[in-house]
T-cell receptor, first 113, second 112 residues
Framework: SQKIEQNSEALNIQEGKTATLTCNYT??????LQWYRQDPGRGPVFLLL?????KEKRKERLKVTFDTTLKQSLFHITASQPADSATYLC????????????FGQGTELSVKP | EPEVTQTPSHQVTQMGQEVILRCVPISNHLYFYWYRQILGQKVEFLVS????????KSEIFDDQFSVERPDGSNFTLKIRSTKLEDSAMYFC??????????FGQGTRLTVV
């Protein structure tokens, strides 16, 4: 069956460190992969998109890698801040599916001062 | 900055009643979506809408559900006869080109 899995346990790190979140998938051939941030009771907010032919994307303190051989994406937040505390969602989009997002369950990140 | 707006923010309804959840997508976007999130669970796709018709729907989106874009700006989700298990956050999203999606703040639906 098709699965998208993210670190199920919450990630607690110290301010200033780099947070690394993992997204693994099986039985998909995604056209691209996206990362979203979700705060409690709020809608997901788009952060980054990486296509299947791209290895790495960066935006300010954020970096995403995409390894289609390992079927894995890593999401990094460098110089983390308490304001980065949230749940981070990985989502796949398959070819010819009109932009339908298939979400992982999310990883809760807590950055302590 | 343009945003997707949803109303109401919270709706309480009795089991068996009809509800309509409303959304105003970003004005120049062409692709529209409804997702739901049951408390503590993942965000799930319900339906996508393009060119005034449904382009894809999930197994959740059964005959009790329908969507409309009645006037070129609003995008609605109707649940005809609500069940307890329909209680969830419902998110509307829009996209200019099927890439990044812009989500609204959601409607929390509580069926009692």
């Amino acid at each position: 069956s098709q699965k998208i899995e993210q670190n199920s346990e919450a990630l607690n790190i110290q301010e200033g460190k780099t947070a690394t979140l993992t997204c693994n998938y099986t039985n998909y051939s995604p056209a691209y992969l996206q990362w979203y941030r979700q705060d409690p009771g709020r809608g997901p907010v788009f952060l980054l998109l990486i296509r299947e032919n791209e290895k790495e994307k960066r935006k300010e303190r954020l970096k995403v890698t995409f390894d289609t051989t390992l079927k894995q994406s890593l999401f990094h937040i460098t110089a983390s801040q308490p304001a980065d505390s949230a749940t981070y969602l990985c989502a796949l989009v398959r070819n010819n599916q009109g932009g339908k997002l298939i979400f992982g369950q999310g990883t809760e990140l807590s950055v302590k001062p | 900055e343009p945003e997707v707006t949803q109303t109401p923010s919270h709706q309480v309804t009795q089991m068996g009643q009809e509800v309509i959840l409303r959304c105003v997508p970003i004005s120049n976007h062409l692709y529209f979506y409804w997702y739901r999130q049951i408390l503590g669970q993942k965000v799930e796709f319900l339906v996508s809408f393009y060119n005034n018709e449904i382009s894809e729907k999930s197994e959740i989106f059964d005959d009790q559900f329908s969507v409309e874009r009645p006037d070129g700006s609003n995008f609605t989700l109707k649940i005809r006869s609500t069940k307890l298990e329909d209680s969830a956050m419902y998110f509307c999203a829009s996209s200019p080109d099927r890439s990044e999606a812009f989500f609204g703040q959601g409607t929390r639906l509580t069926v009692v």
